[in-house]
Antibody, heavy 120, light 108 residues
Framework: QVQLQESGPGLVKPSETLSLTCTVSGTSTSSYNWSWIRQSPGKGLEWIGY???????NYNPSLKSRVTMSIDSSKSQFSLRLTSVTAADTAVYYCARDLSRNRPLVLAYWGQGTLVTVSS | EIVLTQSPGTLSLSPGERATLSCRASQSVSGSQLAWFQQKPGQAPRLLIYGASIRAPGIPDRFSGSGSGTDFTLTISSLEPEDFAVYYC?????????FGQGTKVEIK
């Protein structure tokens, strides 16, 4: 079955870069769009953006200047980088996949989430 | 961006009762590209409904969605104990995709 698993540091210092990887199994990263979403008590669920299987990206304008997503199909992984973090970036970060190729951006498969805390 | 407003904030009901959750958009949702998710503590959101009214694979038929334009509804026809959770709507028709703030369905 389709499984996604986020990994990365749970603690990041202010002004530094948050880096997360999502490892995928039971499906190929050579298809579908691959999304990142975060959830914080203050802002609820927030869509960060997605990267397609071809490498094209679409980022939330509120984060666009600080976000970079990449994909490595040879490793069945895709990644998120968020620069210049502040306490407001503290959240649970989720990776997710479309339901199907003809149902893009329907977020059907989610990782379990990883808590990232921004603190010195 | 499209702002989604969910009501009520909390719904207190008993098992077996009907739950009706509302999601209102600040502008028309393109192609009725609206989804509903269920989230339990410590878990990721679970897709229930997409395209405003299409149940996701494996979702029981007590869950139904309706609506178009700016007004959408999620109905749970008869609440089971496992249905007590927080529910979110999300629109994915316009970028950026946005989520509502959630409705908590709690046991009365």
């Amino acid at each position: 079955q389709v499984q996604l698993q986020e990994s990365g540091p749970g603690l990041v210092k202010p002004s530094e870069t948050l880096s997360l990887t999502c490892t995928v199994s039971g499906t190929s990263t050579s298809s579908y769009n691959w999304s990142w979403i975060r959830q914080s008590p203050g802002k609820g669920l927030e869509w960060i953006g997605y990267i397609s299987y071809s490498g094209s990206t679409n980022y939330n304008p509120s984060l666009k200047s600080r976000v970079t997503m990449s994909i490595d199909s040879s490793k069945s992984q895709f990644s998120l980088r968020l620069t210049s973090v502040t306490a407001a970036d503290t959240a649970v970060y989720y990776c997710a996949r479309d339901l199907s190729r003809n149902r893009p951006l329907v977020l059907a498969y989610w990782g379990q989430g990883t808590l990232v805390t921004v603190s010195s | 961006e499209i702002v989604l407003t969910q009501s009520p904030g909390t719904l207190s009901l008993s098992p077996g009762e009907r739950a009706t959750l509302s999601c209102r958009a600040s502008q028309s949702v393109s192609g009725s590209q609206l989804a509903w998710f269920q989230q339990k503590p410590g878990q990721a959101p679970r897709l229930l409904i997409y395209g405003a009214s299409i149940r996701a694979p494996g979702i029981p038929d007590r869950f139904s969605g309706s609506g178009s334009g700016t007004d959408f509804t999620l109905t749970i026809s008869s609440l089971e104990p496992e249905d007590f959770a927080v529910y979110y709507c999300q629109q994915y028709g316009s970028s950026p995709g946005t989520f509502g703030q959630g409705t908590k369905v709690e046991i009365k």
